[in-house]
């Protein structure tokens, strides 16, 4: 049985490597790495089919290592001890390299098991993932590792590689394929930045084409079939997947209910449910924030609903709240305050805490102040009570100012009536 065309063309070298640039160009992070020699444990986090599989094996051939692979959705613990037991034999002696394909299909126990390993560099470990590693991959893993982000390929990328396809079509089969540009473009723009999918794509283009003379020739037409369904998340002006979820943030925002209903409709028609939900559940807090707390819930709410009844059903509670959203009142304070308060963590670093706030401790022999001496706020007037309460490097740094809607407006009011309750 012959390969597949997309393992055919796949790139030996990262110069033929399609997209990823903010990677793999030159001077990037990960192009440093790999022509570096030494390789560290690595995650790559990405959709399918954007080239994760092929730059670990042209880092598995430059560095010399022997290369083991494993898929998490069929791999055992013991395929895991077979790879272990290989440890300082002769075949590895340049090291092992594990390469784990979708590694979020592991379980806890299974993941642990490689830590010792990965830890004191027997096994140099290249893990990837299609979802975020942040949530599906064991946090000892990730502390471990450095995670790259492979992005969907854009359309101008995947045109060259779909020429190539076509070439090698025609050498192998003896004959001429004769593709025009709306027919390659239609492919680029079909495929959601999946470089596999194009290609796949491109060699049922070919079965499906006309033959006489020996040339097959591709038309639009033959392409509708293939491709309807991909069409409808990128149109022909080159809009990406993200470009799609940041023009509908953006109109929420804009609270443009019109045009972030347009985006919505886009995205459910390519079935992309997920993408939206989430960018909804972020726009509750990011972007309404405090002005309308309730947004969450409601959100939330919509978006359980969504994924429960799936389409065409799902459309009625994602347009109920994406009104909501662009319609409600604006307010990114908490955005910005955590920003801040994030800004000042990197700065300073774990700083100590006031000693009235941390937990009873006894007080040794140095200690210069005996005593915990913590002001119980419910045992005060208005349940509040001033002291401090960040570190003493910090003390007077502000994150967080009240907003000019009614509601942040409403929590300043009350805050000001207890600092006055104070000086009476």
């Given at each position: 049985m012959s390969a597949p065309l997309a393992d055919k063309i796949r790139p030996k070298s990262l110069a033929d490597v399609v997209g990823q640039e903010h990677i793999l160009a030159e001077g990037k992070p990960l192009r440093r790495i790999i022509e570096s020699g030494t390789v560290p444990n690595m995650i790559f986090y990405g959709p399918s089919g954007v080239g994760k599989t092929t730059v670990a094996r042209i880092i598995a051939e430059n560095c010399g290592m022997s290369l083991y692979r494993l898929n998490g959705t069929n791999a055992s613990t013991a395929d895991i001890k077979e790879v272990v037991a290989d440890i300082g034999t002769f075949g590895s002696?340049?090291?092992?390299?594990?390469?784990?394909?979708?590694?979020?299909?592991?379980?806890?126990?299974?993941?642990?098991?490689?830590?010792?390993?990965?830890?004191?560099?027997?096994?140099?470990?290249?893990?990837?993932?299609?979802?975020?590693?942040?949530?599906?991959?064991?946090?000892?893993?990730?502390?471990?590792?450095?995670?790259?982000?492979?992005?969907?390929?854009?359309?101008?990328?995947?045109?060259?590689?779909?020429?190539?396809?076509?070439?090698?079509?025609?050498?192998?089969?003896?004959?001429?394929?004769?593709?025009?540009?709306?027919?390659?473009?239609?492919?680029?723009?079909?495929?959601?930045?999946?470089?596999?999918?194009?290609?796949?794509?491109?060699?049922?283009?070919?079965?499906?084409?006309?033959?006489?003379?020996?040339?097959?020739?591709?038309?639009?037409?033959?392409?509708?079939?293939?491709?309807?369904?991909?069409?409808?998340?990128?149109?022909?002006?080159?809009?990406?997947?993200?470009?799609?979820?940041?023009?509908?943030?953006?109109?929420?925002?804009?609270?443009?209910?019109?045009?972030?209903?347009?985006?919505?409709?886009?995205?459910?028609?390519?079935?992309?449910?997920?993408?939206?939900?989430?960018?909804?559940?972020?726009?509750?807090?990011?972007?309404?924030?405090?002005?309308?707390?309730?947004?969450?819930?409601?959100?939330?709410?919509?978006?359980?609903?969504?994924?429960?009844?799936?389409?065409?059903?799902?459309?009625?509670?994602?347009?109920?709240?994406?009104?909501?959203?662009?319609?409600?009142p604006k307010s990114n304070s908490a955005c910005v305050a955590i920003d801040r308060a994030i800004a000042d963590v990197r700065e300073y670093g774990p700083l100590d805490f006031p000693r009235h706030l941390q937990n009873v401790h006894f007080d040794g022999e140095g200690a210069k102040i005996k005593g915990q001496h913590y002001k119980y706020p419910h045992d005060y007037p208005g349940h509040y009570v001033e002291q401090q309460y960040l570190p003493d490097a910090i003390k007077d740094h502000v994150y967080y100012e009240f907003g000019d809607n009614k509601q942040e407006q409403s929590a300043m009011q009350y805050r000001q009536k207890l600092l006055d309750s104070l000086k009476k």
């Open positions: 002696e340049n090291g092992i390299l594990l390469y784990l394909d979708e590694i979020q299909y592991l379980n806890k126990k299974q993941q642990q098991s490689l830590l010792e390993y990965i830890e004191n560099g027997d096994i140099t470990l290249i893990a990837s993932t299609t979802e975020n590693p942040y949530f599906s991959i064991y946090n000892a893993v990730i502390s471990r590792s450095t995670v790259f982000e492979f992005k969907p390929v854009s359309p101008a990328q995947l045109i060259p590689a779909i020429k190539r396809a076509f070439r090698i079509i025609s050498e192998d089969n003896g004959c001429e394929v004769i593709a025009g540009d709306d027919v390659i473009e239609t492919i680029a723009y079909s495929c959601g930045g999946d470089v596999r999918k194009a290609m796949n794509t491109a060699e049922l283009a070919v079965v499906c084409g006309e033959s006489g003379n020996g040339t097959v020739t591709i038309t639009p037409e033959s392409l509708e079939v293939l491709a309807q369904r991909s069409n409808m998340r990128y149109d022909r002006d080159g809009d990406q997947h993200y470009d799609i979820l940041s023009a509908y943030h953006k109109s929420v925002r804009g609270s443009d209910e019109n045009a972030a209903l347009h985006y919505a409709a886009r995205l459910i028609e390519a079935g992309d449910l997920i993408s939206l939900c989430r960018r909804m559940l972020c726009i509750a807090s990011e972007d309404v924030g405090l002005a309308y707390p309730m947004a969450v819930p409601v959100v939330k709410a919509c978006v359980d609903s969504a994924l429960q009844l799936g389409v065409p059903e799902a459309k009625l509670p994602i347009a109920e709240a994406t009104i909501l959203l662009a319609t409600a």
